[in-house]
């Protein structure tokens, strides 16, 4: 079975695994799964949970799309006519309690053809990152542990390079180098120079999909029935308009997307319920709120 292929049968397992998993801790809400297809080639399943006992809303993607490359995506790549095949996963979560953390993450897999077939390039891309609203230092530690775990095994010098890229990534830039929570792993454009590396970048694609539900699935279990209040929802509803607002205006993945004449509904799949912007906001000092903020920088979690 070829290597995309292989892929594909993966996503499609570990959006199963996943969702089963978040309905069980959930108790309540159900996935409701949207099946569509690209008029260009391909399709994709979307599903989509809310307002249940402990997610709010979310999402776990599927889709695998092919056909000719658009001229955007001709464009960014530097190459001519070509034809191309992208297939992943993609998941936003968000939870009703503003202690248990958001958490996003994406696996995918890319192929360039020639006008005869002939793949001319491909490459893995991923990761995963947590967006908390408040810090709970076991809760960093545990995540980035998890993810590290995976990928150790790979070589160690990779955790510290990836979660270098995922800090330098998710930040909101025009609000002062802010990031958007307290990273994970991010990593793009891994090509391989033969078949053996091939294979094993696909194993290094599933271990870190894999190491998904271990990583997020315990925080949200120890953080789901802490009390709350109307100042953590505030608190909750504005951390969220950064969440936004990185997004709408930095995240390539939605750029890309919606400039390719992507599936709408499934690109912004990603944002909030709700969320809220209060003018020049700022926590008060000494405050959990603040202690947050004091964290939203690259740190060494492990």
Same mark, same amino acid.
């Given at each position: ?6 892929? *594909? ?17 959930? +108790? ?34 599927? %889709? ?19 034809? /191309? ?50 810090? /709970? ?37 025009? $609000?002062?180098?802010?990031? $958007? ?8 454009? #891994? ?9 094993? #970048? ?6 870190? +999909? ?15 029935? #802490? ?21 709408? *205006? ?19 799949? %990603?944002?909030?319920? $709700? ?28």
């Amino acid at each position: 079975m070829e290597i995309k292929d292989q892929f *594909i049968a993966y996503i499609h397992q570990l959006q199963d695994e996943i969702c089963t998993a978040l309905e069980t801790l959930d +108790g309540k809400a159900k996935f409701i799964e949207d099946k569509w297809e690209r008029p260009e080639g391909g399709g994709g399943k979307s599903r989509v949970i809310a307002e249940g006992n402990v997610f709010e809303k979310g999402g776990v993607n599927t %889709s695998v799309v092919h056909g000719a490359l658009p001229a955007a995506m001709q464009q960014a790549f530097g190459v001519q006519e070509s034809n /191309f095949m992208a297939c992943g996963l993609s998941l936003v979560i968000h939870p009703v309690n503003p202690y248990v953390p958001t958490v996003h993450a994406n696996w995918r897999y890319f192929e360039l053809y020639d006008k005869e077939g002939k793949r001319l390039d491909c490459w893995f891309g991923g990761g995963s990152d947590l967006t908390p609203y408040y810090i /709970f230092e076991e809760d960093g530690k545990h995540f980035h542990t998890t993810l590290k775990n995976a990928m150790d095994k790979f070589g160690t010098e990779l955790y510290p390079k990836y979660k270098q890229h995922c800090d330098e990534y998710f930040i909101n830039k025009h $609000r002062g180098d802010e990031a $958007r929570g307290i990273g994970g792993v991010f990593y793009d454009y #891994l090509r391989p120079k033969d078949d053996a590396e091939h294979n094993r #970048l696909l194993d290094f694609q599933k271990a870190n +999909g894999n190491a998904f539900l271990p990583a997020y699935l315990p925080i949200a279990e120890k953080r789901k029935d #802490l009390p709350y209040g109307e100042r953590e929802k505030d608190w909750q509803e504005i951390r969220r308009g950064r969440y936004v607002e990185f997004n709408l *205006i930095h995240d390539r993945g939605t750029l890309f997307g919606l400039k390719t004449n992507g599936r709408t509904e499934s690109i912004l799949m %990603s944002l909030p319920p $709700r969320a809220r912007w209060v003018y020049n906001y700022q926590p008060e000092t000494g405050s959990p709120e603040a202690e947050l903020v004091a964290n939203l920088k690259p740190r060494n979690w492990v």
